[in-house]
């Protein structure tokens, strides 16, 4: 098990430098891989992404590979083979699969939004169910992963929204766009090199060890709250996709050598939970309030309470208005405190040291002390 996963982290190791800024897909790749998912690669023509799919094949020992661009006049035969002239002469309709996408291992279709009704109906079976029906025969298919590729995307209206949504993975790829790697990219050779291999049965044993991969009741929060904030921007996927990407992260984890998911393999949802591009920054917000929000909120408070003891320390007109200032003061930084209490509560859940809030808490007795004492000396001079 061991040996398989660590040939699977060399190939992805690989690939990552042959293919430049391509990294977030590469990872995607073998997650799906792992799972039995699909990915969608949107962007123009030109960015690697058939080549991409077409060597992560070749890294599967016998895995077969169809490639294919559909346009609105595609046939069926195109993809699932043509009807077998000697199957109509025994009155069967059913068609030679050999070299096509029903017996491939890894199939990349570009511009697969194009694809017309009849097309669309069979695919949806393939990429859900694993399964092609042949005349009257139903035959399981050997599909692991399949490769999408589109300059655009259906409309929420469009026929082609339920294949849209069998793409649990869901990059944007664009030209390189860094110079230094624009030009190792020109002079890097352009030939296929051999590298590395894994076995049908080594994969399998990935695949099986990943969905062993535990995952936190905390990461369970996690999502909730991701999905409740996503919501309050008008970003709302299916509880469908939510359970699947479930084992993206097992995967992730298990890529990662890691024995159970952790709060850093939920950057993975920047991929899998949009629908539109422009989603993507949203939804990178939400997953970083939910991963760091704690701290951006310890840090705030910890300002609140500075600002506090700055306006307790400011030259009041009168000693009645200093005292007020100072009571009103005091009462916010008593709530001040209780919100910390709070906070070490989400701390210990998420398996966090709170030696961060512990030195915040002291700091803020430390001016609600200052603040009582100034009180108590007014008084004093006062009486």
């Known amino acids: 098990m061991e040996r398989a996963l660590e040939k699977l982290r060399k190939i992805r190791a690989e690939l990552k430098a042959r293919y430049l800024e ?73 068609r030679v699969t050999s070299g096509k996408l029903p017996e491939a291992h890894i199939a990349f279709l570009d511009e697969i939004f194009k694809a017309s009704s009849s097309i669309l109906n069979t695919l949806l079976t393939v990429m859900n169910e694993r399964v092609f029906y042949n005349g009257t025969e139903k035959t399981e298919i050997p599909l692991l992963t399949l490769f999408g590729a589109s300059n655009e ?29 624009f030009l190792k990219m020109l002079n890097s050779d352009n030939g296929e090199a051999a590298g590395l291999t894994i076995t049908f049965s080594e994969l399998e044993t990935c695949r099986e ?53 952790t709060e850093d393999d939920l950057k993975l949802f920047e991929n899998v939970l949009w629908r539109e591009p422009g989603e993507k920054a949203e939804i990178q917000s939400v997953i970083h309030q939910a991963l760091h929000g704690y701290k951006d909120r310890l840090r705030e408070l910890l300002i609140q309470a500075k600002e506090l003891e700055d306006y307790s320390k400011r030259e009041w007109e009168s000693e009645e208005m200093l005292i007020k200032a100072n009571i009103e003061a005091q009462t916010k930084l008593k709530q001040i405190g209780s919100r910390l209490g709070e906070l070490v509560d989400e701390y210990r859940e998420r398996g966090k040291p709170t030696e961060e809030i512990t030195q915040a808490r002291e700091e803020i007795e430390n001016i609600q002390k200052e603040i009582l004492n100034r009180l108590v000396s007014e008084n004093d001079e006062m009486a």
Not at 160 to 165: K, Q, R, V
């Open 22 to 94: 391509r990294d977030d897909v590469i990872d995607g790749a073998f997650c799906a891989l792992a799972t039995g998912s699909h990915l969608l690669l949107v962007g123009p023509p030109g960015t690697a992404k058939s080549q991409l799919a077409n060597d992560v094949c070749r890294r599967i020992e016998g895995a077969r590979y169809f490639q294919w661009l559909l346009t609105k006049f595609t046939t069926p035969e195109e993809l699932f083979g043509a009807v077998s002239l000697k199957g109509l002469e025994n009155d069967e309709y059913r």
């Open 153 to 181: 995307l259906p409309s929420e209206e469009d026929e082609l929204e339920a294949l849209y949504d069998r793409f649990l993975l869901r990059y944007v790829v664009d030209y390189i766009k860094e110079d230094f790697r």
């Open 209 to 261: 060890e990943a969905g062993k991969v535990t995952v936190p009741s905390n990461i369970l929060k996690l999502i909730s709250r991701m999905r409740r904030e996503l919501a309050k921007k008008g970003i709302v996927p299916s509880d469908r996709r939510y359970k699947h990407s479930v084992s993206l992260l097992r995967a992730r984890a298990y890529l990662e050598g890691r024995s159970a998911v």
